[in-house]
């Protein structure tokens, strides 16, 4: 686990270089700069929102991540029962529109933006060649982590996954037992496999692997925010970013609750989902008089990363997250169930892309 929360590190740290490396410096750029603002430019009032905004982010995803791992204080929220599959559900869908409509949006408009010379970023479609470039990277690191770890990552003695035994009655929580299989929130197709070693290391690959494309884009939202001084736009975005954080969050949150880690581990996946875009927003803000969200290198570098990040987010939430659940036997074997989640897809879609309106 070491090894992911470098990963965290490595993914900001390198979105922080690669967004200064050239600032901009020409004319024609300041041109750019200046219609970026749409006269509007107040930079008190705008630190104070960026300061509302840290603090109500914070508690937004601390609260979605949480909620579902304090499910067994919550019966109707354990994984076991029709309301929590319908909350995920309506997660899933927050984190599909996150995709579409606000990632890869702004990839769009990062690329395609005229501050950017028409060679070759207008001449090629930059944007959807590196999401779908991402979406086969993250089937790739599915089935090779997989492969992986069936092959070195179990103890022989105890068939646990790092060396710990999987207890059915410790874990009962992580696995929906229905008609003597047991099939987890995050499993992709298994085939109504009974290896629950196996559908145990799938839900954690699945809960890194999704973590880190929130990251990513968590943290180039957080610095575009604390870099930005345009009250007009951070004012409409703090609200789309809670409401995103938290449901986000609750999708995340209930695949962590799947991979059964211990509570180090469980602490980490939670820090660093709730604090990546506070921690971004005050790095813009510390930056915010030598960083141009306009230049070139900033344009390129964030809108490749976005572009990355919506090819993960939709991969992630389609197959394993929906499709997972929607052609599990929970769902299958009750109408009803399967209606009442295809509903809180729909509202939790419908919800997100309204707020790409404002954000």
């Excluded at 703090?238 to 059964?260: K, S, V, Y």
């Amino acid at each position: 686990m070491a090894s992911f929360t470098e990963i965290n590190a490595i993914t900001i740290s390198l979105i922080l270089i690669l967004s200064f490396t050239l600032p901009a410096s020409t004319s024609a750029q300041q041109q750019c700069d200046s219609a970026s603002t749409g006269g509007c430019h107040d930079k008190a009032k705008s630190l104070q929102l960026k300061l509302i905004a840290i603090f109500s982010i914070l508690v937004a995803s601390m609260i979605g991540v949480c909620l579902p791992l304090f499910s067994r204080m919550i019966p109707a929220l354990m994984p076991d029962r029709d309301l929590f599959v319908v909350v995920k559900a309506f997660a899933s869908g927050v984190i599909l529109a996150t995709g579409y409509m606000h990632v890869l949006p702004d990839s769009f408009n990062d690329l395609m933006s005229d501050c950017l010379p028409i060679n070759p970023w207008k001449k090629f479609p930059f944007t959807t060649f590196v999401a779908m470039l991402s979406a086969i990277l993250t089937l790739v690191i599915d089935s090779f982590t997989m492969s992986f770890y069936k092959k070195h990552g179990f103890d022989k003695k105890g068939g646990g996954v790092d060396g710990e035994k999987v207890n059915n009655g410790e874990r009962g929580l992580g696995n929906v037992e229905n008609g003597g299989a047991h099939v987890g929130h995050c499993d992709l197709f298994n085939g109504g496999a009974k290896d629950k070693d196996s559908m145990l290391l799938r839900n954690r690959v699945v809960a890194q692997v999704l973590e880190i494309g929130i990251v990513v884009h968590s943290a180039v939202i957080g610095l575009s925010m604390g870099a930005s001084n345009n009250p007009c736009t951070i004012r409409p975005l703090i609200a789309a970013l809670c409401f995103h954080q938290l449901f986000e969050g609750m999708g995340l949150g209930g695949c962590i609750l799947q991979a059964e880690y211990g509570m180090k581990i469980k602490a980490i996946l939670v820090f660093f989902f709730s604090t990546t875009t506070p921690f971004g927003i005050v790095i813009g803000i510390g930056l915010s008089n030598v960083y141009s969200e306009r230049s070139p290198t900033a344009l390129i570098v964030v809108g490749l990363l976005n572009a990355s990040s919506a090819g993960l987010l939709n991969y992630m939430a389609l197959v394993d997250l929906l499709a997972a659940d929607f052609m599990g036997p929970k769902l299958q074997d009750s109408m009803r169930l399967q209606a009442w989640s295809f509903i809180a897809v729909l509202l939790g879609a419908g919800g997100m892309s309204l707020m790409a309106k404002w954000a």
